[in-house]
Every structure is written in structure tokens, then in C-alpha cells.
């Protein structure tokens, strides 16, 4: 019975050695999906706070400036761009173009080198909020539904590039991501 017990040993040791590995290779993995990081905003007065959750497909943004405010959230699973707009104390939320938008990965890649001026612009683009509001927000899931919470909220499209808009300019609240992109929300709602 005592040379039973050896082989079963061996074969114990065989399965432990390498979920150590694995463990030690996951955990440093994990470690990299989650990036979190605070930028001062050029020509402004305010930060953004910006954190990636690689895992959930997530980019949350919190931008402090005192003429702009807004926070917003970069659903890059179900494509979904939503932008809570203080000063106009709405929500707004928009299919997200994901060929235009800077992917996770040049996200995650500028918030760990510090500089995101590396990284190309891109156009800025241009939403015109529409009337109806959004009367279900947990269908769009919690981490939007928590965002949008308490403000009225509303769809938004994106404008085709070179399309004249006939919307007053004033009505235009603009919103910058890093130096990757800018985006313009425009549209006639309550105190839009």
C-alpha cells in the first residue's frame, strides 16, 4: 500500500507545480487589465480621472473641469458611449463608432506611459441629442444606469462627417477624451 501512495503523490505534485504557474501568470495579468489614472486637461482649469477595466470592457472617465464637468462611461462591449453633462443636469447616451473611438488597448497603453500625446487625434465628433427620453436605463446596464441615475437622460446620434448641422452652436456641450478625440453633444432639451 506504501508504493500506491508514492505515485499518487507524484501526480499531486504534477497538477500543484503548475496551477502555481498559472495562478502567478493570472494574477499578473488581472493586475494589468485594471489601469487607473488622474491627467491634468491642457488649456483648462480641472483632471480627468480616468479607469480601464479591461475585464468588463469598461472605460469610466470623471473630468473635473470647472467650465465643462461630466463624467462618462466607454462600454466597449455593447458599444455604448454615456455622458452625464452637469451644467445641463442630463445624461446622454449614444451607439459608439468603435473604428473611430481609440480602442481599450491605446487607452490602457497612454494612461501607463504617462502621455497620451504619442497617440493621433482623431476628428472630433458630433451627437444631436433627440427628444425622447431613455424610459428604461438598467437594460444598458448597471455601471450607465448608476451614471444616469436621478438626471433625465436621451438618446443621442452620431452626426455624418461633413453633414451642415442646423442646431445653434450654443447648444453644444463639448466634451474631450484625453487628447485622443473631442465630441460635441448637441441638441434642444432642457437647459441643453
Not at 473630468?63 to 455593447?78: P, R
Not at 473604428?99 to 488597448?105: I, M, T
Not at 493621433?120 to 450607465?144: C, D, E, F
Request: glycine share 6%; hydrophobic share 40%.
Amino acid at each position: 500500500m506504501q508504493l500506491h501512495k508514492a505515485p499518487e503523490s507524484n501526480n499531486m505534485k504534477c497538477l500543484i507545480e503548475p496551477s502555481i504557474l498559472v495562478i502567478f501568470f493570472l494574477t499578473q495579468s488581472l493586475a494589468l487589465m485594471n489601469t487607473s489614472d488622474s491627467h491634468p486637461l491642457d488649456g483648462s482649469v480641472g483632471t480627468q480621472i480616468i479607469h480601464v477595466d479591461a475585464f468588463r470592457g469598461m472605460v469610466s472617465i470623471r473630468d473635473n473641469n470647472v467650465f465643462s464637468e461630466w463624467d462618462g462611461i466607454l462600454d466597449y462591449k455593447n458599444a455604448l458611449l454615456a455622458a452625464k453633462l452637469f451644467s445641463k443636469m442630463a445624461c446622454v447616451l449614444a451607439k459608439m463608432d468603435q473604428v473611430v473611438f481609440p480602442s481599450l488597448s491605446d487607452i490602457s497603453k497612454a494612461l501607463s506611459k504617462q502621455n497620451s500625446n504619442h497617440y493621433p487625434a482623431t476628428h472630433g465628433l458630433t451627437y444631436t441629442v433627440l427628444p425622447s427620453r431613455v424610459k428604461n436605463l438598467a437594460q444598458y446596464g448597471m455601471p450607465i444606469k448608476n451614471l444616469c441615475r436621478a438626471v433625465p437622460t436621451y438618446f443621442a446620434q452620431q452626426q455624418k462627417e461633413g453633414t451642415a448641422l442646423a442646431m445653434d452652436p450654443n447648444s453644444c456641450f463639448e466634451v474631450q477624451l484625453l487628447s485622443f478625440m473631442g465630441l460635441s453633444i448637441c441638441g434642444e432639451i432642457t437647459g441643453l
